[in-house]
């Protein structure tokens, strides 16, 4: 079993930053992949971004490159999603994925941004 706490949303106006944290707990916590995805209202769910177990980025999707910036703190068992130059179309809530077997989702975070 993983259990993912997301953290750090909120609203801000547009070029605004936040953090969002991901805490994970349960069996192979620190040692895998994990992702970040967003739904906005109305729209499928999409990935962000993702990092290794190892804290190397492994993704970021084109529409938030140079934006977003992905890591990860094994010791903590935490990633974190660092947003700045956050865009009105940004707005979603934006979730923590693991694989671990199963998928394994947080319960999200809502990221308003208002222009």
């Known amino acids: 079993q993983v259990q993912l706490v997301e953290s750090g949303g909120g609203s801000v106006q547009a070029g605004g930053s936040l953090r969002l944290s991901c805490a994970a707990s349960g069996r192979a916590a620190s040692i895998n992949t994990v992702d970040w995805f967003r739904q906005a209202p109305g729209k499928e769910r999409v990935r962000v971004a993702a990092i290794t177990g190892n804290g190397i980025p492994a993704y970021y999707a084109d529409f938030v490159k140079g934006r977003f910036t992905i890591s990860r703190d094994n010791a903590k068992n935490t990633v974190t999603l660092q947003l700045n130059s956050l865009k009105p179309e940004d707005t979603a809530v934006y979730y923590c994925?693991?694989?671990?077997?199963?998928?394994?989702w947080g319960q999200g975070t809502q990221v308003t941004v208002s222009s």
């Open positions: 994925h693991m694989r671990v077997g199963n998928d394994y």
